[in-house]
């Protein structure tokens, strides 16, 4: 194996899932987005009407599913070209793809100390410095703390952020650090990777994009997966077109393109208009699955223990009392009440951040099924 491959560590989202696999657990671990609201009707359609075989062949990118990106991006207040767009496999490639392009050996890249599992995943082949700044569940990134290393001397390539329905925490970054952070990208000359997967999903009036604000040092990443389905694995990234180029040279080394069927089944799909009152109807059920969350935590759990207040997204953070190892408590869950979530551990970028939370899933079950999951959790956290 290569050297960086037996670095890695079993990861807790392994065990989770080995304990998922189990009979009868219910799971509040994975943010799944509810089947039941998959646009399957119109998806069935749309592939139904493709006549053409260039939807089987290999290809260049579907022109046609361009411009319905640009009417997403507009909603996230980004302007952007046809020729700015490239299509990826999900926001996950995205992502490695742009590490990809930009890192080096030796450069530093920054990262709240508690993100998202993927974006340690795609950063561990790259032989790179991680710098980790504080975060927390009311205003997310500490954008302070990025200016002060900034002026201290450091020099990342590359800020990996997501500024809506945060991965775990779930909290959206208020507008002035948006357009700090842009600032001091520009400022400094580091690229930003703005994680955007959860975007379309505001349950409020959501603020603009990062890359609104600067779009020549913010790479922004999207993605069908949470408002379409995932299966289609399709997302895309908004980059100056001179970075779009470079990236088809990366991806034809990994898997030549992205599926034509998926681009096309996405393009007559969004044809037809449907899209609009789809993402309203998503985010009217995630919001009520949040606040059965909500309610159910305020019900159960123990005083001693507090939680975010999701504006967007999949997931709820909850802190626990310090001495307790959310990572530990896991298998008792398992055991005793048969409940699963992820540990905050999980997610951490710096050895000891968020072991005493745990990140819950609302997306996925109905608020019956959530009331109960959290019913169960708190029964365990009084007994301990």
Known sequence: MASWLRQVARTPQQDSFELLSRPGMLSLALGLPAAE?????????????????????????????????????????????????????????????????????????????????????????????LLTVPTNVETGIDVDAVEALLRGGARPRVLYVMADGHNPLGVSLPLEKRRRLAALAREYAFYILEDDAYGQLCFGANSPAIRSFEDRWVLYIGSFSKILAPSLRLGWVVVPEELAAELANVKEGSDLDVASFSQHVASAALGTGFLGKHIAALKEEYRQRRDA???????????????????????????????????????????????????????????GAGDSCMRLSFSYCAPAVIEDGVARLGRLLRSV
């Open 37 to 129: 609201l998959f646009p399957g009707d119109a998806l069935a359609r749309a592939a139904g009407s493709l006549s053409s075989v260039a939807a089987l062949q290999y290809r260049a990118p579907e022109e046609s599913l361009k411009p319905h990106v640009i009417e997403l991006m507009s909603a996230r207040g980004v302007r952007c070209s046809a020729s700015q767009i490239f299509f990826t496999v999900g926001a996950q490639q995205g992502m490695s793809l742009l590490l990809r392009l930009l890192l080096d050996p030796g450069q530093e890249v920054m990262a709240e100390e508690i993100s998202y599992t993927g974006f340690a995943g795609a950063l561990a082949p790259h032989d790179c410095r």
């Open 293 to 351: 969350m909500e309610r159910a935590l305020a019900a159960h759990f123990p005083s001693s223990a507090s939680w975010s207040h999701p504006e967007g997204g999949f997931f709820t953070w909850v802190d626990l009392p310090r001495h307790l190892n959310a990572t530990q408590l896991l298998r008792r869950s398992a055991d005793e009440e048969r409940v699963a979530f992820m540990p905050g551990g999980a997610f951490s970028m710096r050895p």
